[in-house]
């Protein structure tokens, strides 16, 4: 059964600061990897996709990356916003049963 | 990119009655999805749902309280039935982008059983 935990559960971080997200997951055996964003009481944003075949994808200010055998994902979200300010959830994509398995998520406050 | 509606967006129900949640989607999609997402916590999985067929439930999931129906390729419900204080969670739908891999959410329908 996969299991996906993201460190840490809460940050806080100055405006305009360069910032690292950290999502790590058991079961290697991924097609691919999505990074989301949830404003509170909202829906799900995406905002990133990396395939299992790629090493990183980028978006503006934000940086994904993927190693697939260490089961490690990133989120690099560079100079910093206050509407920035969300949570970040990680959410790989299993072989054979096509579902997405949900992290714990990061809880992002930027500071004016 | 998929455009989700769900309807309602909120409701307060009260203990042993049912409450039931529409998605609307923009395009047609062969699988959607509805998730729970418990107050802090992250999104569970409840069910998959295939138009033209039973929908698939997660463990700890049964037809019974969360019925689904998928009647087309850009529609569905989910009811909760018999609530309790239990049930208050985000309840969310989503689908399979059909040219890209990426899943998208509709945003979300916020339930609180007295």
């Known amino acids: 059964k996969q299991e996906v935990t993201q460190i840490p559960a809460a940050l806080s971080v100055p405006e305009g600061e360069n910032l690292v997200l950290n999502c790590s997951f058991t079961?290697?055996?991924?097609?691919?990897l999505q990074w989301f964003r949830q404003d509170p009481g909202k829906g799900l944003t995406s905002l990133l996709l990396?395939?299992?075949?790629?090493r990183e994808q980028t978006s503006g200010r934000l940086n994904a990356s993927l190693d697939k055998s260490s089961g490690r994902s990133t989120l690099y979200i560079a100079a910093s916003q206050p509407g920035d300010s969300a949570t970040y959830l990680c959410?790989?994509?299993?072989?054979?049963?096509?579902?997405?398995?949900f992290g714990t998520g990061t809880r992002l406050t930027i500071i004016p | 990119s998929a455009v989700i509606s769900q309807k309602p967006s909120r409701d307060i129900c009260q203990r042993g009655t049912s409450l039931t949640i529409q998605c609307q989607v923009d395009?047609?999609?062969?699988?959607m999805f509805w998730y729970r997402q418990q107050p802090g916590q992250s999104l569970t999985l409840i069910a998959t749902?295939?138009?033209?067929?039973?929908?698939?439930?997660e463990s700890g999931f049964v037809i019974d309280k969360f019925p689904i129906s998928r009647p087309n390729l850009t529609f569905s419900t989910l009811t909760v039935s018999n609530m309790s204080p239990e049930d208050s969670s985000i309840y969310l739908c989503?689908?399979?982008?059909?040219?890209?891999?990426?899943?998208?959410f509709g945003p979300g329908t916020r339930l609180t059983v007295l």
């Open positions: 990396i395939q299992s075949s790629q």
């Open positions: 395009s047609q999609v062969t699988m």
């Open positions: 079961d290697s055996a991924i097609y691919n």
């Open positions: 749902a295939n138009q033209g067929s039973e929908a698939t439930y």
């Open positions: 959410a790989p994509l299993n072989f054979g049963n096509e579902k997405l398995t």
């Open positions: 989503s689908v399979d982008g059909q040219a890209t891999d990426t899943q998208y």
